[in-house]
C-alpha cells in the first residue's frame, strides 16, 4: 500500500480550502453552509406569525385547515408513492450488464476508476474494506483506490498501514478541519484522483466483484448525458434481529422499486451514499459534494438532475450492515432526515428555476420526497397522539377538528394507506427473494414510531446543529454473517 500521495504543503492546503469552501465560493446558492436565505428566513417566520394568531383569534378554523393540509399531503404522498412502485415492479427501468459481458469488455477500452473510501474512528473494518476493494476483478493499471482518513484518526491509520494492500490502494490523510463530514473528506481525495470514473464506498461494504465492469459497460450503452450509475444496496445481516429485518425490507423497496419508478419518470434520484458510479468530468462541473449537507448524496442527485443529467439504477449489489441497535440507527436516520430537508431548502431557494429545469412533475415529486418524508414522518406522532386521544375519549375539541370533509381522507390513509405501504414492503420482500422477512413487512407500522423519533430529532438538529455528522458505528456485535446465498431483484 503506498501511503499519502506525495504533495507540496500548498498543494494540500489548496485542496483543503477547496473541499470546504469550493462549492460555497463558486455556486454559492449550491450551498448548504446557509441553512436558509433571507426570503426563506422571513417566509418562514411569517407563516409561524399566522400559525400563532390563527390559534389565538381563530383556534378551530385553523386547526382544521392545517388538517386539511396534512391530510391532502398524506393522500399526495400515498398516490405518488403507489405510481412510483406501480413504475418500478416490471423492472425495465434496471440496466442489467450481465457476467458475461462485463467480463468480455476489453481491458484496454475499459476507462480508469478512482475509488474514495472515506472513514473516521473505523480501525475494527478498515481491513475488510480493503481486502473487499481487493477483490474487483478490474485491471489494476487502471484501478485507484484511495483511503481517506482523518490525520488525527491515528487508530484507524495504524490499522490501514498495517494491512498488506495493493500498490493501487494509498492512504490519504485528511487535515482535521471542520467540518467533519464525509463529503468534505471526498472532496479532498478528489484532488488526489486520477479516474476518469469515481465511485464511494463506505468502510462496510462488501461489493459485487464485479460491479466496476458493469458500470464501465452500462455508461458505454447508455447516453451520454448519464452522469451516474447507482448500483442497488442490500444488508447483509437482514435476519438478525426486528430492526435489521425492517431496515433491508426498507432497503428492498427503495433500491428494487422506488428509484427505478423514479428513473421511468425522468425526475431526481436522491443517490445512495455509497456505490454511486460518477463521470468524472460532470462531477468537476456541478461542483462534486457539498460538504456543509449531511446527504450529499441525496443533494449530488438533485444537482445532477437540475443540470440537465441523468442517473441509471444498475442491477449490481453492495452489501451493507443493516443498524442492529435502535440507537445507532436513530443516529442515523435523523441525519438522513435532516439532510432531505436541507437539500429541499437548498435546492429551494430558487423555485422557478428548479420548476424551469425540472419540470413540474419532476418539481413536486421532489418536494414530496425530500420534504414529505420527514415533515410526514414527524407529523405521524402528532396524528398517532390524535388518534389515540380521540380512541381513549372522543374530546369535543377533536372532534370538532375532523368534520367529515376532513374525517374521510383521514380515514382513507389510515386504512388504504397503511394496508398500501405493508402491500408494498410484502411485494419487495417476496420479489427480491426475502421471504424470511415476511413478519417484518406486515409488522413495519412499528418501524414507523422509530422513523418518526428520528425524524423529529432530525428536524431539530437542523435548526441548532445542521451540518453536525452524527457518526453511524459499523461492526456492532453480531454483524459478522454468511455470504448472503442470493441477491435481491
Not at 500498490?167 to 472532496?187: F, G, Y
Amino acid at each position: 500500500m503506498n501511503d499519502d500521495p506525495e504533495a507540496p504543503d500548498d498543494r494540500v492546503a489548496a485542496a483543503l480550502h477547496d473541499a470546504v469552501h469550493g462549492l460555497r465560493e463558486r455556486h454559492p446558492e449550491a450551498s448548504a453552509a446557509t441553512v436558509v436565505v433571507p426570503w426563506q428566513r422571513w417566509t418562514l417566520i411569517a407563516l409561524l406569525a399566522a400559525l400563532v394568531a390563527g390559534a389565538v383569534f381563530a383556534r378551530t378554523g385553523t386547526l382544521i385547515t392545517l388538517t386539511v393540509v396534512c391530510t391532502a399531503a398524506y393522500v399526495w404522498t400515498l398516490v405518488d408513492r403507489l405510481i412510483l412502485f406501480y413504475r418500478g415492479l416490471d423492472g425495465r427501468s434496471i440496466v442489467t450488464v450481465t457476467d458475461e459481458d462485463a467480463l468480455a469488455a476489453d481491458d484496454a477500452a475499459l476507462p480508469s476508476y478512482t475509488i474514495l473510501v472515506p472513514a473516521f474512528h473505523e480501525p475494527e473494518v478498515i481491513a475488510t474494506v480493503i481486502a473487499n476493494m481487493a477483490e474487483f476483478r478490474y485491471p489494476a493499471d487502471k484501478l485507484q483506490v484511495l483511503l481517506l482518513l482523518e490525520a488525527d484518526d491515528d487508530a484507524t491509520l495504524t490499522a490501514a498501514r498495517d494491512v498488506d494492500a495493493p500498490d493501487w490502494v494509498s492512504i490519504v490523510e485528511v487535515p482535521p478541519a471542520p467540518p467533519r463530514t464525509k463529503p468534505k473528506a471526498c472532496n479532498f481525495g478528489l484532488h488526489f484522483a486520477t479516474g476518469e470514473i469515481v465511485t464511494i464506498y463506505d468502510a462496510e461494504d462488501r461489493p459485487d466483484p464485479l460491479q466496476l465492469r458493469r458500470a464501465a459497460v452500462a455508461f458505454h450503452r447508455l447516453p451520454p448525458e448519464t452522469a451516474c450509475v447507482q448500483a442497488r444496496l442490500a444488508f447483509h445481516n437482514g435476519s438478525q434481529n426486528l430492526l435489521t429485518a425492517w431496515f433491508t425490507a426498507d432497503y428492498a423497496l427503495w433500491f428494487g422499486f422506488i428509484l427505478p419508478g423514479l428513473m421511468r419518470g425522468d425526475a431526481p434520484i436522491p443517490l445512495g451514499g455509497t456505490s454511486n458510479h460518477l463521470r468524472r468530468t460532470v462531477l468537476d462541473r456541478i461542483g462534486a459534494w457539498d460538504p456543509f449537507n449531511v446527504t450529499e448524496d441525496a443533494d449530488l442527485g438533485v444537482r445532477i438532475a437540475e443540470s440537465g443529467y441523468r442517473t441509471a439504477v444498475l442491477d449490481s449489489v453492495t452489501w451493507e450492515e443493516a443498524n442492529s441497535d435502535p440507537i445507532n440507527w436513530i443516529r442515523q436516520r435523523s441525519r438522513w432526515y435532516k439532510g432531505y430537508l436541507q437539500t429541499w431548502l437548498v435546492h429551494m431557494r430558487r423555485p422557478r428555476h428548479l420548476w424551469r429545469e425540472l419540470g413540474p412533475r419532476s418539481f413536486a415529486r421532489f418536494t414530496t420526497l425530500l420534504a414529505g418524508t420527514p415533515l410526514i414522518a414527524c407529523l405521524n406522532m402528532l396524528f398517532w397522539l390524535i388518534t389515540l386521544a380521540w380512541l381513549l375519549g372522543q374530546p369535543d375539541a377533536i372532534h370538532d377538528q375532523f368534520p367529515p370533509y376532513v374525517y374521510f381522507p383521514a380515514l382513507f390513509c389510515l386504512v388504504v394507506g397503511n394496508t398500501a405501504v405493508m402491500y408494498m414492503n410484502l411485494v419487495a420482500c417476496r420479489e427480491s427473494r426475502l421471504t424470511t422477512l415476511l413478519l417484518a413487512a406486515v409488522t413495519s407500522p412499528l418501524y414507523w414510531i422509530l422513523m418518526s423519533i428520528a425524524a423529529i430529532k432530525g428536524t431539530y438538529q437542523l435548526i441548532v446543529k445542521p451540518s453536525y455528522w452524527e457518526k453511524t458505528f459499523h461492526g456492532l456485535p453480531g454483524t459478522e454473517t454468511p455470504e448472503p446465498a442470493s441477491a435481491p431483484r
